[in-house]
């Protein structure tokens, strides 16, 4: 069986990332690697999944406040004045339907939970469609509260948002 570890980014994972990240542009965004050394020290959560040691998987998180210059976070901090919002998760092809996005979630939904965060927000295509990630959000909760033409107008994004029950206020 498979074991997998979630753990905190570290700059020696980053090479990894970019490539697992260029294997699902179509999904999110292209992402070099002054891009991700960017994002990162942004970061509310940048969190990695290895598979017996094997990154496999990411999810990259920002907090509300942060000077995040993106057009679906900007949606949300015109809307929400308390949120996390994932600005990306991507998993190995190889590892899907294993459970570790299942688990990058619940790792961060904690995480926002203790420090008193009561909604996470992010978005996912329509517009090409992204079937998977509409099954994979529904899932945990997560409702359309908006859409929104991105990247030029070559993308319609569903922008969603789970409540999480169970918040604590810090």
Known sequence: MTRI???????????RIVELNAAAVRETSAMDLDRLQRLHTLAFQHRVALADGRLVGFLLSMRDGAEYANDNF??????????????????????????????????????????????????????????????FHLRFGFVEVGRQRVADG???????????PGSVAP
């Open 5 to 15: 570890l979630i753990r905190d980014a570290k700059e020696p994972d980053f090479d």
């Open 74 to 135: 900007g949606w949300f901090a015109g809307r929400y004045p308390h949120f996390v919002y994932i600005d990306r998760i991507v998993v190995d092809g190889a590892f899907a339907g294993q459970g570790i996005g299942r688990l990058l979630y619940e790792d961060l939904f904690s995480r926002s939970r203790a420090e008193g965060i009561g909604i996470v927000a992010c978005e996912y295509n329509l517009d090409p469609p992204n079937p998977a990630s509409n099954a």
């Open 154 to 164: 070559t993308k319609l994004v569903s922008l969603q948002v789970a409540q999480l």
